[in-house]
């Protein structure tokens, strides 16, 4: 529980300028088969990543060794497709924590945050600064305040919405269970009430 608290995150990013980013690209559906969440990060964008013999396409950017971070910078509409929550499993197994793009599939992103990845939706203006910033500076940081709901690098900034009680789950480390043991001192205290 406790370390999957997420309150402030300091990180340089991955970029992926690609709209319309569906679940099957994130992670192809011949790799559903498992049973648990590990695993799933080797096989992360694997037609994009991998030759079919295996071997590491040299110009996908996860084979890029410039680019690197917690922080995936994707294009517009990420997510969409089927509803497979093995996408969120195959991001957080690699060891994404956070995904910026200008709009998110409301399934993938429901899943992301379920599995402690915070999706961030900024403006398409915003999402072009940050890609151009990447290219520029591969090693520039991206800093996502949580509390503050605010993405910021170099001399710009951005505020993004979440679901408050997501936002609550999130920065102290709970699913949804955790989030209501918590609460259990307040529920036994409610039911003395009645």
């Known amino acids: 529980m406790s370390d999957k608290?997420?309150?402030?995150?300091?990180?340089t990013a991955v970029p992926l300028p690609i709209e319309n980013i569906d679940t099957d690209q994130i992670i192809p559906a011949r790799f559903l088969k498992a049973t648990t969440r590990e695993g799933f990060g080797n096989n992360l964008f694997?037609?994009?990543?991998?030759?079919?013999?295996?071997?590491?396409?040299?110009?996908?950017?996860l084979?890029?060794?410039t680019y690197s971070g917690q922080i995936l910078v994707a294009g517009k509409n990420f997510g969409c497709g089927s509803s497979r929550e093995h996408a969120a499993w195959a991001l957080a197994?690699?060891?994404?924590?956070?995904?910026v793009s200008s709009f998110f599939a409301?399934?993938?992103k429901n899943n992301a945050l379920n599995n402690f990845i915070l999706p961030i939706q900024v403006s398409d203006s915003f999402l072009n600064k940050i890609f151009e910033a990447i290219n520029s500076n591969h090693a520039i940081n991206l800093t996502i305040d949580l509390e503050n709901?605010?993405?910021?690098?170099?001399?710009?900034?951005?505020?993004?919405?979440?679901?408050?009680?997501?936002?609550?789950?999130?920065?102290?480390?709970f699913d949804d269970i955790d989030y209501?043991?918590?609460?259990?001192?307040?529920?036994l205290q409610f039911e003395k009430s009645i």
């Open 5 to 11: 608290k997420f309150v402030k995150l300091v990180s």
């Open 46 to 61: 694997a037609d994009w990543r991998k030759n079919a013999d295996g071997t590491p396409k040299e110009d996908f950017v």
């Open 63 to 65: 084979n890029n060794n």
């Open 93 to 99: 197994d690699y060891g994404f924590k956070v995904v």
């Open 106 to 108: 409301d399934i993938f």
């Open 149 to 173: 709901q605010k993405i910021i690098f170099d001399t710009f900034s951005e505020n993004f919405d979440i679901n408050p009680y997501k936002k609550t789950c999130l920065i102290n480390g």
């Open 180 to 187: 209501l043991l918590n609460l259990k001192s307040d529920i």
